[in-house]
């Protein structure tokens, strides 16, 4: 038998430039949530008694490494050092062993080196395990070693890949040693650990090939829990459970509402938050579908975004409003984006060119997150939204 954790994409010390604008408690919060969420993995880990930890990858994020991720790192590793628990890293595109890394971990930690290689491993009830793996040596290089992993053919014992890639089936933009599921089953493994890509999948159950997604949302392409994996069983048969560890989580949700009073609207969007907090600190695109012939006066709705906002800055288990949309069900449209053809929303030198402007000037960009990780749909959706406020307050000036 054997039992241990697969995470991956730590990203500790992600930066949330576009969270600066928050009251100094929730940005706070924002600040150490992927640290309290693998926190919380390491607490699973000790409780439920596992063999070892494995992390497929970008535990840090790039040149946003510091000290403070590295000595948090070796805090939580002598933690399961205490309970003889061990720890099997490799380092994936945001975090390759080009860049500086700390080589000073308890002895419980074993970190993969630039070429696949082989650690082996005895659990508490005497199992033997091969975990084959290898860290990224560059950000920017196409690291495809697959072929170098041995089979595991004659060799008697529980077999795990540890890969941080890409499937070639994803849809991701950032592909790192892609593979086919073909490649991976030809090893005769009995689980795959994947990092690389940040939403839960299982891509097969014959052998377990896992993607755990990260260990905490930072946007809205980010939607939902996040955490980790705990796999036990034996050569026969391994099953996966899903653990959320995540601090914060970020979520869309719809209401529906037949107000367009402030007042009345300020409290049916309290109603829901008050719904949704007893599941943790969150952040939401809250879409509200207003059932009414009446317009929600421009002021108004600032007078209400502005309370929503300011109620949460005091609240320990904060839900806050980051996105407020408002649609009129009686006035529904076929929505602007529907006029852009595929071909033109994947068009990037329209967006490029608007954008350049803006990100070459170093007072704004500093406070800029990536644009090109940004939804250009929900953009156009928002813009869209934006011109019939205006013209709605156009209307009730006249």
């Given at each position: ?14 930066p949330?430039?576009?969270k ?8 706070e ?11 919380n ?8 008694e ?13 040149e946003?490494?510091?000290l ?24 994936g595109n945001h ?9 000073n ?5 074993s ?5 696949v ?14 975990i084959h ?27 795990i ?42 891509l ?24 980790c994996?705990?796999i036990?069983g ?21 209401i ?17 938050k ?6 943790g ?40 409003i ?5 649609k009129y ?7 602007l984006v ?18 350049t ?7 704004a ?12 749909t929900e953009?156009?959706n ?17």
């Amino acid at each position: 038998m054997v039992k241990f954790i697969h995470c991956a994409d730590l990203h500790l010390d992600s930066p949330f430039k576009s969270k600066s604008h928050l009251s100094p408690k929730i940005f706070e919060d924002v600040q150490k949530s992927a640290y309290e969420s693998f926190k919380n993995i390491v607490d699973l880990a000790l409780k439920k008694e596992v063999d070892f930890i494995i992390i497929a990858g970008d535990l840090f994020d790039n040149e946003n490494r510091t000290l403070r991720a590295e000595v948090f790192l070796k805090e939580q590793f002598e933690r399961l050092r205490k309970e003889q628990v061990f720890v099997y890293v490799c380092h994936g595109n945001h975090d390759p062993l080009s860049s500086k890394i700390s080589s000073n971990w308890p002895n419980n930690v074993s970190v993969f080196s630039n070429q696949v290689e082989t650690y082996q491993a005895i659990t508490k009830d005497g199992e033997t395990i091969f975990i084959h793996g290898f860290s990224y040596q560059n950000d920017t290089s196409y690291e495809n070693k697959i072929d170098a992993y041995p089979s595991s053919q004659g060799q008697k014992g529980i077999h795990i890949g540890v890969l941080h890639g890409t499937y070639s089936k994803s849809s991701v933009k950032d592909r790192y040693t892609e593979f086919r599921l073909e490649d991976l089953n030809s090893r005769l493994y009995h689980y795959w650990a994947l990092g690389h890509i940040h939403e839960r999948e299982q891509l097969s159950d014959m052998p377990v090939i896992n993607y755990p997604g990260n260990i905490q949302g930072r946007h809205f392409n980010e939607l939902g829990e996040k955490g980790c994996l705990l796999i036990e069983g034996d050569h026969l048969n391994l099953t996966t459970q899903f653990y959320p560890t995540q601090f914060i989580k970020f979520e869309e949700a719809t209401i529906d509402t037949n107000h367009t009073s402030k007042q009345e609207l300020y409290e049916d969007i309290q109603s829901f938050k008050d719904k949704v907090r007893p599941e943790g600190k969150a952040f939401y695109r809250l879409n509200v579908r207003v059932n009414s012939e009446d317009f929600i006066a421009p002021q108004d709705l600032v007078q209400v975004k502005e309370m929503i906002t300011e109620y949460e800055e005091n609240e320990n288990q904060f839900v806050f409003i980051e996105d407020l949309n408002i649609k009129y069900v009686q006035n529904d449209e076929s929505p602007l984006v529907n006029e852009f053809s595929s071909d033109l929303l994947e068009d990037t030198s329209v967006f490029d060119s608007a954008m350049t402007d803006l990100y070459l000037n170093p007072r704004a960009s500093k406070f800029l997150d990536d644009y090109t990780e940004f939804d250009k749909t929900e953009l156009i959706n928002h813009a869209e939204s934006l011109l019939k406020d205006d013209m709605r307050g156009e209307q009730n000036d006249n």
